[in-house]
T-cell receptor, first 120, second 116 residues
Framework: AQTVTQSQPEMSVQEAETVTLSCTYDTSESDYYLFWYKQPPSRQMILVIRQEAYKQQNATENRFSVNFQKAAKSFSLKISDSQLGDAAMYFCAYRSAERESGAGSYQLTFGKGTKLSVIP | EAGVAQSPRYKIIEKRQSVAFWCNPISGHATLYWYQQILGQGPKLLIQFQNNGVVDDSQLPKDRFSAERLKGVDSTLKIQPAKLEDSAVYLC??????????????FGSGTRLTVV
């Protein structure tokens, strides 16, 4: 079974500064997807960024970028130019890739989350 | 497009009572998931539907939890009888399905259940 570990329960960053959230995972699979989700107090999980394991290039979405190290099974999220609206819980998640048969579960396996505070 | 709708938003019940949650996924999304998120933890899958069939319910406590997805659209999750440890946020999510290019999930805002 896959596991996802987020070792930083809480982090804080000054507004306009850069912060990096850490995530490691354990899997025996070679093809999979990794995600970072943001969960504000409204509770809705919002997709921030995703990475396909077979792509070596790190994903980037505006101020959000990842550092994907497949051999080290590491998937960190960097937030540049932090804004007050970035304050939330951030969850790292893993999902297996589709099997050729098309059968199977596509559940997300989540870490325990990192609470990010942004200081004005 | 409209998001994933869930109701109620909050629910407080006494232990041993029953409760039901409702989810309406995004139109056309074949796959529907129910996740349980206990305070301080990440969400954990309870059950996954593909259309109206169950794909994975291995983590569903079947002695007290049940779920159905009639006609492959709306879904209900029921707990009977509830225990104190069932206090959590119950999140519903949907996705288009197995198409490799469309693996994004859309989550609802969840139902916060408090069992007293």
């Amino acid at each position: 079974a896959q596991t996802v570990t987020q070792s930083q329960p809480e982090m804080s960053v000054q507004e306009a500064e850069t912060v990096t959230l850490s995530c490691t995972y354990d899997t025996s699979e070679s093809d999979y997807y990794l995600f970072w989700y943001k969960q504000p107090p409204s509770r809705q999980m919002i997709l921030v960024i995703r990475q396909e394991a077979y792509k070596q290039q790190n994903a980037t979405e505006n101020r959000f970028s990842v550092n994907f190290q497949k051999a080290a099974k590491s998937f960190s999220l960097k937030i540049s130019d932090s804004q007050l609206g970035d304050a939330a819980m951030y969850f790292c998640a893993y999902r297996s890739a589709e099997r050729e048969s098309g059968a199977g579960s596509y559940q997300l396996t989540f870490g325990k989350g990192t609470k990010l505070s942004v200081i004005p | 497009e409209a998001g994933v709708a869930q109701s109620p938003r909050y629910k407080i019940i006494e232990k041993r009572q029953s409760v039901a949650f409702w989810c309406n996924p995004i139109s056309g999304h074949a796959t529907l998931y129910w996740y349980q998120q206990i305070l301080g933890q990440g969400p954990k899958l309870l059950i996954q539907f593909q259309n109206n069939g169950v794909v994975d319910d291995s983590q569903l406590p079947k002695d007290r939890f049940s779920a159905e997805r009639l006609k492959g659209v709306d879904s209900t999750l029921k707990i009977q009888p509830a225990k104190l440890e069932d206090s959590a946020v119950y999140l519903c999510a949907s996705s288009l399905g197995r198409d490799r290019s469309r693996y994004g999930y859309t989550f609802g805002s969840g139902t916060r259940l408090t069992v007293v």
